[in-house]
């Protein structure tokens, strides 16, 4: 069993896709809308709210918990790893892993384990822009680890202010473009008009709405969408270690929330739909 852990719904996104990708496998979802927006917490609560729904997920059965979520990465996969887990009971036999990871070395072309400047990325001067909600983009988690691989590169960050909230409220479509244009527009004025080489969408709700940043940035602009990315990494990581593989219920896939599951479940028909309803965690 693996666990994918997101604040709301987003980490969807992430999940329909790595369910396709490993179809045997018994993935279980849990989203904690008891506390969600997580944005607007301080990192303390973050972290804390994080720890629990990983440990949750742990003793459900889960080895293999990814945070399908770029807040709760940013914010607390660090300490989960390098403080947390070590010293608990699962240390040795379970990993927590995040999206950012794999965000950074597709956009770097660099192994994560990779922290100082390699040839020829040393010597990238490309723009890469970041699209993201306020908590990711303040976070500066992404200019940091791109620009420890790749120091001449310029990161520019756009927070695209009510897009997320817009797409899960399902709002039409002419107003999620206009968001959108405004996202890429307030990118291009801090590069001088100059558009991305890569555009990292750095929101697992953006995905939805990768038709309209593709429609409104130039083709020679390569997009980097978190579920194709990540699934991509995922599936490196389980070829090199197949012992968080197997186990019962092989392909079931579990959908739990902390909040509401009615409410939860129809909501998540924006992000998947026929996807199955959710259970009270």
């Not at 709760?72 to 240390?91: F, G, M």
């Not at 303040?138 to 940091?144: A, D």
Request: charged share 20%.
């Amino acid at each position: 069993m693996i666990g994918v852990f997101d604040s709301g719904l987003g980490g969807l996104t992430v999940l329909r896709t790595l369910t396709e990708r490993f179809s045997a496998v018994h993935f279980v979802y849990l989203a904690d809308h008891a506390h969600v927006p997580y944005g607007n917490r301080p990192s303390e609560e973050i972290v804390e709210y994080t720890k629990g729904c990983v440990e949750d997920l742990f003793v459900r059965g889960a080895k293999l918990v990814l945070l399908g979520c770029n807040t709760a990465t940013a914010v607390s996969l660090r300490r989960l790893q390098q403080q947390w887990l070590p010293k608990s009971r699962w240390a040795g036999t379970h990993n927590v892993l995040g999206i950012v990871a794999p965000t950074v070395e597709a956009a770097t072309q660099t192994p994560w384990a990779v922290t100082s400047p390699q040839y020829p990325q040393k010597y990238n001067t490309d723009t890469i822009g970041v699209f993201g909600t306020t908590r990711t983009v303040t976070s500066g988690v992404y200019p940091e680890e791109i620009r420890k691989r790749c120091p001449k590169v310029t990161v520019v960050q756009q927070i695209c202010s009510g897009l997320a909230g817009a797409i899960e409220e399902k709002r039409p479509e002419h107003l999620l473009e206009e968001l959108v244009r405004e996202g890429i527009a307030g990118l291009l004025k801090e590069t001088g008009g100059m558009p991305p080489h890569r555009a990292i969408l750095g929101c697992t709700h953006f995905p939805l709405v990768e038709h309209l940043f593709r429609k409104h940035l130039p083709p020679f602009t390569r997009i980097l969408s978190q579920p194709e990315v990540v699934s991509d990494s995922f599936e490196d990581y389980l070829a090199r270690r197949t012992n968080y593989l197997g186990g019962e219920e092989r392909g079931k896939l579990s959908l739990l929330t902390t909040g509401d599951p009615i409410e939860v479940s129809e909501k998540a028909r924006v992000f998947w739909p026929g996807v199955p309803s959710f259970a009270r965690a």
